[in-house]
């Protein structure tokens, strides 16, 4: 695929990325597109709001696409993402039989597509992926840096109660509330 069509695909998973940031999830999306260049399936981060550890973008959006196409095997199809996959992921990939992935930023404390290790490449697997990393790297990096920080300020500014404090409307001489 062309470096236009995958900086444009990874612009969609920006957006996606954007929307699961306002929702209060980590901000990351992602798209699946079949060998014309068309989207067939889309994710975001929806772990907070399904209270559901396997809610990554990249399982949201294969399992969209996996329903549009009819197929579990998604064969000639590129998966793009703002963040190098986890594990769970990378290995979704495989079983997926995903021929492509494009992720933007890397992800050193989990990421095991060249991070921690290189899932989609590992020869020992029945499949393996071409792998591009890096496009629009920075935007995706910076999506990232901006919730995260958001989150460390709001963090900070709730009150946090201290050993020894009573909850509000308590003093040491009322025993029966």
Not at 86 to 91: E, I, N, S
Not at 107 to 122: F, H, M, Q, T
Not at 147 to 170: E, I, N, Y
Request: charged content about 25%; hydrophobic content about 45%.
């Amino acid at each position: 695929m062309s470096d236009d069509l995958d900086a444009h695909m990874m612009q969609r998973a920006l957006a996606l990325a954007a929307e699961a940031a306002a929702a209060g999830e980590v901000p990351v999306g992602a798209v699946v597109v079949d060998e014309g260049g068309v989207i067939v399936g889309e994710g975001r981060n929806t772990r907070e709001r399904e209270q559901d550890p396997l809610g990554h973008a990249e399982l949201v959006a294969i399992a969209a696409a996996a329903r549009r196409l009819g197929r579990w095997r998604l064969s000639g199809c590129t998966l793009y993402v703002t963040l190098e996959p986890c594990f769970m992921c990378a290995g979704a990939l495989v079983n997926a039989r995903v021929d492509r992935l494009v992720f933007g930023a890397i992800d050193p404390k989990a990421g095991a597509v060249g991070s921690l290790a290189d899932v989609c490449r590992d020869a020992r697997l029945n499949h393996r992926l071409s792998v591009d990393s890096g496009v629009l790297a920075d935007d995706c990096g910076a999506v990232l840096r901006s919730f995260f920080r958001a989150r460390r300020a709001a963090t900070k500014s709730v009150p946090q109660s201290v050993p020894g404090d009573l909850p509000a409307g308590r003093d040491d001489g009322d025993a029966s509330a």
